[in-house]
């Protein structure tokens, strides 16, 4: 049974993310470079009761309206982050270091509702990902359906989360670990969509901004 959720995983048609997500990706790694200069990226950061509401309900019942609607909380709490750091973000040494943290960077994906809650993969991976095989929240970058879905059908999907060169091993560690299908590198799930993730963290750390208003503001 393992072996088929696996095989499902690595090849259920996932494609492309369409050009505003990509702008969209484009600014939450910039936002999520500038956190992790400042050692930002802890739980305590999106500290929130709509994010249980959120995540139970996503773990429940997997849709990607409930993920989309998850991570449009996740961004407004980034958002916020960012504007309390009150620093200047714009000085050679945090350009260098978002440079650093994005040109080499990787990306994991994780499907809601696959999780065993067996624990491996926060084992192995020395508690990257928790005990519902998950990235941590604020890690969390885009939405990509599968291309092989009907559209009357829900679309089958995963999350994909920003991973630092520091963390890869220990991310790679827990994949591997994952008995379940629950996670699995963007490059296994699809390569067009890694070299779309690869092109947006390069403009990211270039500090190139999007072409649009690719991140409006929300009220919550």
């Keep these: 049974m393992v072996n088929l959720l696996e095989r499902r995983v690595a090849g259920g048609g996932f494609a492309r993310f ?32 709509l994010l249980a509401l959120e995540i139970e309900e996503l773990d429940s ?6 993920a989309l609607a998850l991570l449009e909380t996740i961004d407004t709490l980034r958002r916020e982050a960012v504007a309390a750091l009150s620093v200047d973000l714009s000085g050679p040494s945090d350009l260098a270091h978002r440079a650093a943290l994005l040109e080499d960077a990787d990306f ?20 990257y990902f928790d005990a519902e095989d ?12 599968s291309s092989a879905t009907s559209a009357a059908e829900e ?25 379940n299908g629950a996670l699995v590198l963007i490059a296994e799930l699809s390569p067009p969509a890694a070299e779309q993730l690869r092109a947006c963290a390069a403009a990211a750390a270039a500090g190139k901004p999007p072409a649009s208003d690719a991140y409006p503001s929300r009220d919550r």
């Design 108 to 127: 994991v994906c994780h499907r809601p509702g696959r999780s065993l809650n067996t624990g491996e993969a926060e084992i192995a991976s020395r508690g």
């Design 61 to 66: 019942a997997p849709t990607r309206v409930a």
């Design 155 to 179: 679309a089958d999907f995963v999350i994909v989360a920003w991973t630092s060169p520091r963390d890869r091993e220990r991310v790679r560690a827990g994949r591997q670990a994952c008995p």
């Design 18 to 49: 369409d050009p505003l997500e990509c702008e969209r990706i484009e600014v939450r790694l910039s936002l999520l470079a500038d956190l992790a200069r400042h050692d930002r990226l802890g739980p305590e950061v999106l500290e929130s009761a």
């Design 134 to 145: 998950r990235p941590p929240l604020a890690c969390w970058i885009g939405v990509l359906a």
